[in-house]
């Protein structure tokens, strides 16, 4: 009954988060116009994305660091985070598709917007299935579509770069630093996975 509570407690913590993120955004869009909603709730749903994968990805390049209250912080919320990047990220798409006037019912849509379209599947797939009920039915599958989240950190600098390479916002060099960070970082984990293997 405790761990239920806690859970609804965490939950209602990340809603409070996301609404209030999402206000803040509407209000730097209308009134201060730093950059257009569609591009901030991208950037806030890379920041959300990159914040699941830190815990993994630190804890091998900077093994000093996984007992850090920070990191322990972040793993613990994962889930919850996760379900943000994807609140953040299907809001993006939406708007884009609004403001961009996009036909879903060209199959030339699915090859322009290839990169986005799958982030938001695989984000998708991710938020359905980010529960207990889910780990329990799907058992190793789960591992398997979770496993997905690594595609991601490829797509998303193509992404960046292919759809905001003509018309540049505050934000853009912010949101191409991270994403290329992030993927130089998930680059040399695994490359340190590699030589604990082979040593």
Same mark, same amino acid.
């Given at each position: 009954?405790?761990?239920?509570?806690?859970?609804?407690?965490?939950?209602?913590?990340?809603?409070?988060?996301?609404?209030?993120?999402?206000?803040?955004?509407?209000?730097? /869009?209308?009134?201060?116009?730093?950059?257009?909603?569609?591009?901030?709730?991208?950037?806030?749903?890379?920041?959300?994305?990159? *914040?699941?994968?830190?815990?993994?990805?630190?804890?091998?390049?900077?093994?000093?660091?996984?007992?850090?209250?920070?990191?322990?912080?972040?793993?613990?919320?994962?889930?919850?985070?996760?379900?943000?990047?994807?609140?953040?990220?299907?809001?993006?798409?939406?708007?884009?598709?609004?403001?961009?006037?996009?036909?879903?019912?060209?199959?030339?849509?699915?090859?322009?917007?290839?990169?986005?379209? /799958?982030?938001?599947?695989?984000?998708?797939?991710? *938020?359905?299935?980010?529960?207990?009920? /889910?780990?329990?039915?799907?058992?190793?599958?789960?591992?398997?579509?979770?496993?997905?989240?690594?595609?991601?950190?490829?797509?998303?600098?193509?992404?960046?770069?292919?759809?905001?390479?003509?018309?540049?916002?505050?934000?853009?060099?912010?949101?191409?630093?991270?994403?290329?960070?992030?993927?130089?970082?998930?680059?040399?984990?695994?490359?340190?996975?590699?030589?604990?293997?082979?040593?």
């Amino acid at each position: 009954m405790r761990q239920l509570i806690v859970n609804k407690k965490s939950y209602i913590i990340l809603v409070i988060l996301a609404l209030t993120t999402y206000l803040i955004t509407l209000f730097l /869009s209308v009134f201060c116009n730093p950059a257009p909603l569609a591009n901030l709730l991208g950037f806030f749903a890379l920041v959300a994305y990159i *914040a699941t994968l830190i815990p993994s990805i630190f804890k091998t390049v900077f093994p000093s660091l996984k007992s850090s209250n920070f990191i322990l912080w972040l793993l613990k919320k994962r889930r919850y985070i996760g379900i943000s990047a994807f609140f953040f990220g299907s809001n993006h798409g939406l708007l884009m598709l609004i403001q961009k006037h996009i036909n879903l019912l060209s199959p030339l849509t699915y090859i322009e917007y290839f990169q986005g379209i /799958s982030i938001l599947f695989i984000f998708s797939l991710l *938020a359905v299935t980010s529960n207990d009920w /889910s780990v329990r039915k799907l058992k190793n599958n789960w591992k398997n579509i979770h496993q997905l989240t690594y595609l991601v950190i490829f797509l998303l600098p193509w992404h960046v770069l292919d759809k905001m390479s003509v018309k540049w916002s505050y934000i853009t060099p912010f949101a191409i630093l991270l994403s290329l960070i992030n993927l130089v970082f998930f680059i040399l984990a695994n490359i340190k996975v590699k030589l604990r293997i082979k040593s």
